[in-house]
């Protein structure tokens, strides 16, 4: 069919990309749940008419501004009374429980038991509004299947393994504090505290808490105590190029929030979690920064070492021993300005033939030893790079094959996988072209290089 050039079709194509390209936003404030949070929070002595709820194309729910804010106006200031801490806790009908306990529990157990005992009470608990806007449900690793799990890249799928295993000894360790709470419970204790009803404490407490130092209580163990959970601030989803300043106001005794740039009417309000890449994101909070500026692609120790090409095996081992020794195989990172410092550096300290071990000092400092064993680093940097971008690509596949059958849940943790793997491999992929450039420069030059330029 000809394409049509006319008035009318042209701006109906301009309408057609618009919408395609701006993020829409659906409100939420008039659904019965965020209805009854806000008339709760009014209670408690909040009121905000700058911030409404909404359901974003891009981040799904969210906070939208109704007017425009200014750098260094207050975005959101949510009174002490409607902050969830410690302290909450110890004042409610499990604190004399907490209180009783030796040894004391931590601000984390104590945070989580209180949680699941409200979801059970349900509607006569104090923080149902709040309880029944959290997820039912998150997309951090603790709650991935084994399948996805394997689907994570290497370095965080060793974290992720660490982060159930956290979840899982705390189940197991705090089964007899959970036994204690019975006399508040029709139910068994064991039916009520499941692991799965911990998993969803737990990554409430570790999703969306904000900071807030609290002074030791007796009650509690010496654990740090920094947690408060935040009703309706916790909608503030994370941007990474945004920046805030949040923190509680002993003068207003209010948890506080004011924005450095300004935000249009009409759009999302954001906030920053900090300087954190994707891997680190998904870990922590479950989701995946498209475009952070902050994401990393980490290479682990054995990929290191399968990408170097070292011919004497004992110059690999005693080269690899000494960098494990000085700590020079963790944090070795390609980001969106190349490879990091670091790695550059132990490539170079791997380089470095027998004759050049006096050298290493040098190294460290940032010095280029000779043309040729900078373009050793350079093949092996490419090396890591194609490993790592191969690797990603696999995991694409998988993913692109379970999604035929698999079920809502596991869905998003496939997605979520996704996002992250598809965010490397463009990392990845720009520094496949700068070294590849880097590669071709150095071509004159390698007429003196050994041969496949081994060791």
């Known amino acids: ?62 906070l939208m501004t109704l007017q425009p804010i200014n750098a260094g106006d207050l975005v959101i200031s ?13 004042r409610s009908y499990i604190g004399e ?36 806007v959290l997820p039912e449900k998150y997309t951090c690793p603790a709650y991935f299947s084994d399948e996805a799990i394997r689907l994570l890249p290497g370095s965080l799928r ?27 419970f029709i139910r068994p204790v064991d039916a009520v505290f499941t ?43 994370h941007c990474p190029t945004v920046q805030v300043q949040g923190s509680f106001s002993t003068f207003s005794r209010c948890y506080e929030i004011r924005t450095i740039q300004s935000c249009r009417r009409f759009q999302q309000a954001f906030i920053c979690y900090g300087p954190h890449d994707n891997q680190r994101l998904l870990l922590e909070y479950g989701f995946v920064a498209p475009g952070n500026p902050h994401s990393v ?14 011919t004497e095996k004992n110059q690999l081992a005693q080269k690899l021993v000494f960098l494990k020794k000085n700590d020079w195989l963790t944090n070795l990172t390609f980001s969106f300005e190349g490879p990091s410092w670091r790695l550059l550096t132990a490539l170079r300290l791997m380089s470095l033939k027998p004759e050049q071990y006096p ?29 790592l971008m191969d690797d990603n690509s696999k995991a694409l596949d998988k993913i692109s094959k379970l999604t035929e ?16 793997r598809r965010e490397e491999q463009g990392i990845l992929g720009q520094n496949q072209e700068v070294l590849q450039s880097l590669q071709e420069q150095r071509l004159p030059c390698r007429q003196n290089c050994i041969p496949k330029l081994a060791v």
């Open 97 to 132: 429980y907490i209180q009783r306990w030796k040894p004391p529990v931590s601000p984390l157990l104590a945070l989580c038991a209180f949680l699941i005992s409200e979801r059970y009470f349900g509607q006569h608990a104090e923080w149902k509004p709040y309880i029944d």
């Open 297 to 310: 692609v980490y290479v682990d120790e054995s990929t290191f070492q399968q990408c170097i090409c070292i």
């Open 195 to 237: 692991y799965d009803a911990l998993i969803w404490a737990w990554c409430s407490v570790n999703t969306r808490t904000v900071y807030m130092e609290h002074p030791h209580s007796p009650y509690l163990s010496r654990e740090r105590n920094v947690f408060a959970l935040a009703p309706y601030l916790d909608l503030l989803n």
């Open 359 to 387: 050298l290493w000092k040098s190294v460290l400092l940032g010095a280029a030893v000779s043309q040729d064993r900078e373009a050793w680093c350079v093949d092996a940097a490419l090396r890591l790079c194609h490993n």
């Open 1 to 62: 069919m000809r394409k049509r050039n006319g008035r009318r079709a042209r701006k109906k194509r301009r309408k057609q990309d618009f919408k395609e390209t701006t993020v829409q936003s659906v409100t939420l404030s008039h659904e019965a749940q965020f209805v009854a949070l806000r008339k709760w929070l009014t209670h408690r002595g909040f009121d905000s008419k700058l911030l409404v709820p909404a359901c974003f194309s891009d981040t799904g729910r969210g």
């Open 78 to 90: 949510l009174p002490e009374t409607c902050l969830l801490t410690t302290s909450t806790v110890l």
């Open 405 to 420: 059958w698999a079920d809502t849940s596991f869905m998003e943790q496939l997605a979520v996988v996704e996002r992250l």
């Open 158 to 184: 060793r974290k992720a393994l660490e982060q159930r295993a956290t979840v899982q000894e705390l189940h197991s360790s705090s089964m007899a504090f959970f036994g204690s709470l019975q006399p508040l």
